[in-house]
């Protein structure tokens, strides 16, 4: 991470490819501020740009005076779809402290002297869009976790989490309480249905997203017709010796009732070791991932270094998997703003947070996993995978710090009763802190 983002924004960051944009840099603090009347220099360098020799990189450069509003403003055309790194020198008359006659000998300016920041140019089909950041796969006491649904969804919203859903095991319960406390909560993060499906038992795993109701609630009220309907299923299976065939019509019964009920349905942990062996068998996952039986893979932190491996060896074949990423977590961490849950997160690009535009873009392979085992690695397609590796060096280290206020804000708020107004209020600035950054980061 470039700690230059929290000393400087740049308005916007996120321009149209192939256009001429009008840019400024905000300087954040008295250590960032341009003096008026001063000239300074502005290198742009496009990142993908094709080049033969280092030493002589294709580079345009401004001359810029502050502003009115002691911005730095200038106008270019940013070129394709890719990352423009921004060079900014401050001249040599811009002495950065009262005292820097005593200090000279200690070095000009600190990290302030010459400034690196960038933009990121998108083509038509992303300009327009956010990205989001999401949970998809966690629990708590309400199933086998440690903290209740109001702590869990704080703890994410102060990791910047956008959308989420709690996916307890059998039930859908803590989710629609969230859904039910921050229904009207003045916060930018979008509370989905979830439940994680074990249908007919718990020998099936599979994660159930934004329905209108549970499945797991279907099943256990109407089950002649649910093993009516799986044995139709089965009766028209044709599969491999080594696929059990009534373990895979359970598996297409949910993933069409997710369909049924508006949501989606995610196959997940298949590479989770359980009794020294995978939790699926391999050969049934692969028939699952090339008959697209259900709308994403997730990457399930843990044991994804597997399922990484088997997606990949199939979109080589040419199969479309759409992806997410998930910590399935059992508890959060309140004091760590940068990891809510030990694991891994989903992102996707969409023009909004409804879920309507979470689930489409999750089915045009619009989202990704992003691994936190040891550092943020981003798994996707190569173009979204540098556009996300962008935001996280760039845009989410700010959102994050703004987004933390928040969470602890909304684990006050009281299960059966309405929030007080200060509580309200309260919250309601913090979240127009944090959205007025993103509007000022995407320019729209």
Known sequence: ????????????????????????????????????????TISIRAVDSAHAFYDALPTTVYECTPNDSGDLVFTHRFEGEQKHVILLKRPDEDMRSPYYEINNHRGRFGENASVTLAVYSLAEDLYGMRCYKGEVHCHTYESDGIQDAVHTVANYRSAGYDFMAITDHFTSYASEKAMRVFGNAPVSMTLMLGEEVHVPTESIHIVHLGGKSSINAYFREHREEAYAAVADIEAELNLPADINANDYAWRIFIARKAKEFGGLSFLTHPFWVWSNVYFMAVPATKQLLREAIHDALDLRDDDMEAAVALWADLRAEGVRIPIVGSTDSHRTNPDNPNLAAKGGYTLVFAPDRSPASIFAAIRDERSLCVSTKSDEFVYGSHRLVKLARFLLDHYYPMYKKLCWGQGTVMSEFPVSETPDDELVNLLAALNKRSEQFAKEFFGY
């Open 1 to 40: 991470m470039n700690s230059q983002i929290f000393n400087y924004i740049v308005r916007p960051s996120i321009v149209r490819a192939d256009a001429e944009t009008t840019v400024a840099i905000h300087p954040l603090g008295e250590n960032g501020a341009f003096k008026q009347g001063l000239t300074y």
